[in-house]
């Protein structure tokens, strides 16, 4: 069984930076493309982020574009966020999300298969 474990969340004040990670166990993680997404309260899940398999293409949300950075590391089974300039609007929690369709960029959650539980990231002003 495919599991995907969030870390690296917290408070974080406007303007500075977090890193949050994802490590997937259970199945082969360079056979997913990864995605994260975020949900604030009394709002939808929103697409943030993606990568494919081998890292060489990602997307962002144009509300993140410049400010995040996707990255992942197959030989640690693990997929990150690098969030930077960080604004309170971007206060949620987080997930991270394996698409089996390896070398897709989704965008829209039902692509993906796999999720983890979330991690909280609030952004003081």
């Known amino acids: 069984q495919v599991q995907l474990v969030e870390s690296g969340g917290g408070v974080v004040q406007a303007g500075g930076s977090v890193i949050l990670s994802c490590a997937v166990s259970?199945?082969?993680?360079?056979?997913?493309?990864m995605g994260w997404f975020r949900q604030a309260p009394g709002k939808e899940r929103e697409f943030v982020s993606a990568?494919?398999?081998?890292?060489?293409?990602?997307y962002y949300a144009d509300s993140v574009e410049g400010r995040f950075t996707i990255s992942r590391d197959n030989a640690k089974n693990t997929v990150y966020l690098q969030m930077n300039s960080a604004k309170p609007e971007d206060t949620a929690v987080y997930y991270c999300?394996?698409?089996?369709?390896?070398?897709?960029?989704?965008?829209?959650?039902?692509?993906?298969?796999?999720w983890g539980q979330g991690t909280q990231v609030t952004v003081s002003s």
């Open positions: 999300a394996a698409d089996r369709a390896y070398s897709w960029l989704a965008t829209n959650p039902d692509n993906y298969d796999y």
């Open positions: 259970g199945g082969t993680f360079s056979n997913y493309a």
């Open positions: 990568i494919t398999w081998s890292g060489a293409g990602t």
